[in-house]
């Protein structure tokens, strides 16, 4: 109950006054509630333009993602080679390096390649993986037996197509926990779009309640409607696939 506290507020707040917004004590419920407050907030920026965008970075991140990380997190898990324990340490090792501090050499990098000003730099990177999915997709898959991959060989059937017609299928609890958080850390990414997007047309969401701060100085009630139009989609998301969600993040533990 402790969780849902803060979004009851969020949505109490997005159709509350200023009056009502800062009473002492707390007003929770409106006795007029605003609903004008979310018509205004989408006018204050290119509410539809940014979410566009926001969901084309969405989209092309899940599927780089579960591309990379799956066939990575395959060769880790199902084929045997020399120094695969090692590189895979290395691997999860990355996950020590905060974006902040790997954010000068990146921004320098897309520079270079003539990126900064496009999607680039928010989409190019989820096709090269992520530690933690690869970490999550690998335990799942060492968790498939084994007997299935070698009777599949044995019938004459490639790697290939092991992972595409048989691991993946069996794993698609895991696959749709990494949809899951991919989805939401580029919805909810704002460092990202603020230090590589400057074009107004390519702004995503999250920079677009930042102009809401900035125009109004700001109008609390406007940023509390836009974000529960940002959590919204989460919250759809989580519950529709929340039984691949618990199944995923509870079979990866199960074997190392």
């Known amino acids: 109950m402790a969780f849902i506290i803060p979004f009851l507020w969020l949505v109490s707040g997005s159709l509350k006054s200023n009056t009502e917004l800062f009473a002492d004590p707390p007003v929770w419920i409106p006795a007029h509630p605003q609903w004008s407050n979310y018509v205004t907030a989408f006018q204050q920026f290119p509410f539809m333009l940014y979410l566009k965008n926001t969901l084309y970075i969405c989209l092309m991140t899940v599927v780089g993602s579960l591309v990379s990380n799956t066939l990575v997190a395959y060769g880790f898990s199902r084929i045997e080679w020399k120094g695969r324990n090692t590189l895979f340490i290395f691997v999860l090792a990355t996950m020590m390096l905060p974006f902040q501090v790997t954010m000068i050499p990146l921004f320098v990098l897309f520079q270079d390649l003539g990126w900064i000003g496009t999607f680039n730099p928010l989409i190019i990177p989820a096709f090269f993986g992520n530690a933690y999915f690869i970490f999550l997709l690998r335990q799942f898959f060492i968790g498939i037996p084994t007997e299935l991959t070698q009777s599949a060989k044995v019938d004459g059937a490639s790697e290939f197509r092991i992972y595409w017609q048989l691991i993946l299928p069996l794993s698609l609890p895991v696959v749709m926990t990494v949809a899951i958080f991919a989805f939401t850390r580029a919805w909810s990414d704002f460092i990202g779009p603020l230090v590589f997007l400057n074009d107004n047309n390519l702004y995503t969401l999250s920079l677009g309640i930042q102009q809401i701060m900035s125009v109004n ?40």
């Open 217 to 256: 100085d700001p109008r609390w009630s406007l940023l509390m409607a836009v974000g529960v139009s940002m959590t919204l989609p989460v919250l759809v998301i989580f519950f529709l696939l929340q039984k691949y969600f618990i199944q995923g993040i509870t079979f990866t533990g199960i074997k190392g």
